[in-house]
């Protein structure tokens, strides 16, 4: 018994020290390709592009190298509904945010981090929705992976 609890507490510091990152992922495609492969991966799961900031053309414009960054906003109507009866502040997540960066060929995206949000919301049913949007978050990724 004393070595199933002392197992358990060693478990549970584990599981404790875990840190969520931002979810990321890469694929070998050019900007274009990639904007229509996320673009899909969304609408499979039901989220919506919302928003682009090219980056790399403002940048352009104002004479500086083209860092082949993007800044999507993807989101749903279900998410704001759901928000605004949890816990209006996680308005601020919303839209949720990808960075696409283009480097030798291959286009990584990348997803804002969820870890300040989840220690400021620990309670449920914000934590449980900051969750969701991430599950959520990773599966739209890994069809874009998969594209």
């Given at each position: 018994?004393?070595?199933?609890?002392?197992?358990?507490?060693?478990?549970?510091?584990?599981?404790?020290t875990?840190?969520?990152?931002?979810?990321?992922?890469?694929?070998?495609?050019?900007?274009?390709?990639?904007?229509?492969?996320?673009?899909?991966?969304?609408?499979n799961?039901?989220?919506?592009?919302?928003?682009?900031?090219?980056?790399?053309?403002?940048?352009?414009k104002?004479?500086?190298e083209?860092?082949?960054i993007?800044?999507?906003?993807?989101?749903?109507?279900?998410?704001?509904?759901?928000a605004?009866?949890?816990?209006p502040?996680l308005?601020?997540?919303l839209?949720?945010?990808?960075?696409?960066?283009?480097?030798?060929?291959?286009?990584?995206v990348?997803s804002?981090?969820?870890?300040?949000?989840?220690?400021?919301?620990?309670d449920?049913?914000?934590?449980?929705?900051i969750?969701?949007?991430?599950?959520?978050?990773?599966?739209?990724?890994?069809?874009?992976?998969?594209?």
């Amino acid at each position: 018994m004393k070595r199933s609890l002392c197992v358990l507490g060693l478990s549970v510091g584990l599981v404790l020290t875990v840190r969520a990152e931002p979810l990321s992922v890469s694929k070998n495609v050019d900007m274009r390709q990639a904007l229509d492969d996320i673009t899909l991966a969304a609408t499979n799961h039901e989220l919506v592009l919302v928003k682009m900031q090219p980056i790399d053309h403002a940048l352009e414009k104002r004479g500086f190298e083209n860092p082949h960054i993007r800044i999507l906003f993807i989101g749903s109507e279900s998410a704001v509904r759901w928000a605004e009866v949890a816990e209006p502040k996680l308005l601020n997540l919303l839209p949720l945010r990808l960075t696409l960066f283009q480097k030798d060929g291959r286009m990584t995206v990348i997803s804002d981090d969820f870890e300040p949000w989840l220690r400021e919301f620990p309670d449920a049913p914000a934590h449980l929705m900051i969750r969701a949007w991430q599950e959520e978050l990773k599966a739209t990724l890994d069809d874009f992976v998969k594209q």
